[in-house]
């Protein structure tokens, strides 16, 4: 999921043609909250039915951080490089660097 997610915020940048914005919003659109569903489904195969809840309250606490700190940080990049191309690079770097640390899950999910 955070692949395909990471190809859709790339496409965006690749260039100015109406068909990148409509291929990032295919790609982004259709897998954006695909992934919350699958950490979940990790979460419910990984962890204990005493942890969790606490351990989706956790995810859902750390995502909505992100939700939060994402912009933030477009932004202040965006202001201080003084494109907002800058800024948007943010997103695609940190959704390959969760695809990357998703391979080192313990075990492979069938989804």
Not at 4 to 21: C, E, F, Q, R, S
Not at 90 to 98: K, T
């Amino acid at each position: 999921m955070f692949a395909v997610n990471t190809l859709g915020a790339l496409v965006i940048l690749l260039g100015t043609d109406p068909i990148y914005a409509y291929a990032s919003a295919v790609l982004f659109g259709c897998s954006f909250m695909a992934a919350p569903a699958a950490i979940t489904i990790v979460a419910r195969q990984e962890l204990t039915d005493l942890s969790f809840t606490a351990g989706v309250a956790l995810l859902t606490v750390a995502f909505a951080t992100g939700q939060i700190l994402g912009p933030v940080l477009s932004g202040a990049v965006t202001d201080a490089v003084g494109r907002v191309s800058a800024g948007l690079w943010i997103s695609p770097l940190l959704l390959a660097f969760a695809a990357l640390t998703a391979l080192k899950q313990r075990s492979a999910v069938a989804i």
